[in-house]
């Protein structure tokens, strides 16, 4: 008799026990389930993604138009000799891109596997060159607008032997928060990367070129421009994973 007993004792402690472990389990996979969705709720309505930027010290504060003649540039660890910029020579002496204005949409695209940038107007194309995109920070492949056009403006960066800081930046056209397209003094190295995530151009070719494309005006958005993976002329403009699709 006492064996019967102790087995049915045991046997009502390993109920008990599994009991516990199913309960265990079960609290544990609801609170799981209920962390997790705060989380996503937190995530979704409160947690505000950080804005991305070109240029990690300028991009929140310099967005705007100035000149500054006479400033010194720092770029990889040296200093750069920065250009003078006359607004009185911009007028006597404008950038003339396409004489023979032709009709149509215009266009630029912007290769990142040739380097290289056109500019079309319909289907004529107005300019092709070579560029520098993102070495230090990815250039965006999308399709973009001109969202504001400044004659020149500062942009800094980067920290260590990576900071840069540079005035008189030139011919700047936005096209996606503070990245976009640029003259770049600092560097003579076009056709490869060499940028924190804008588009540089040699200097007389993003004056042309920031004469010729229209910022918004009147309700209607500015140039567009599309940033390609690869480009096959006239108008293919491959993009893998666009940040705006």
């Known amino acids: 008799m006492a064996k019967r007993s102790h087995s049915k004792k045991t046997k009502k402690s390993l109920s008990n026990s599994w009991s516990k472990t199913v309960r265990h389990y079960f609290r544990t996979v609801f609170l799981s389930f209920f962390v997790g969705g705060l989380v996503f709720v937190w995530g979704k309505y409160f947690f505000i993604p950080a804005t991305p930027c070109a240029n990690s010290l300028s991009c929140e504060s310099d967005l705007v138009e100035k000149i500054e003649n006479g400033a010194v540039g720092v770029f990889q660890g040296n200093n750069v000799k920065v250009p003078e910029i006359n607004l009185a020579f911009d007028i006597t002496n404008p950038s003339v891109l396409g004489t023979n204005e032709p009709g149509g949409e215009k266009h630029i695209y912007v290769d990142l596997a040739s380097q290289k940038l056109y500019a079309y107007q319909g ?101 567009i421009v599309s940033i390609c993976n690869r480009f096959t002329e006239p108008n293919i403009c491959e993009q893998n994973n666009p940040i705006n699709s």
Do not use: Q
């Open 123 to 223: 289907d004529t194309k107005i300019l092709e060159t070579f560029i520098s995109s993102g070495r230090w920070n990815r250039t965006p492949v999308g399709n973009f607008h001109v969202w504001t056009k400044l004659r020149s403006t500062r942009m800094s960066g980067g920290s260590g032997t990576d900071y840069y800081n540079l005035p008189n930046v030139p011919y700047v056209m936005y096209f996606y928060h503070d990245f976009g397209l640029h003259g770049a003094y600092w560097h003579n190295n076009f056709g490869h990367t060499m940028s924190h995530g804008c588009v540089n151009m040699r200097p007389i070719d993003a004056g042309a070129i920031f004469d010729w494309v229209d910022g918004p005006k009147n309700g209607e958005k500015g140039t």
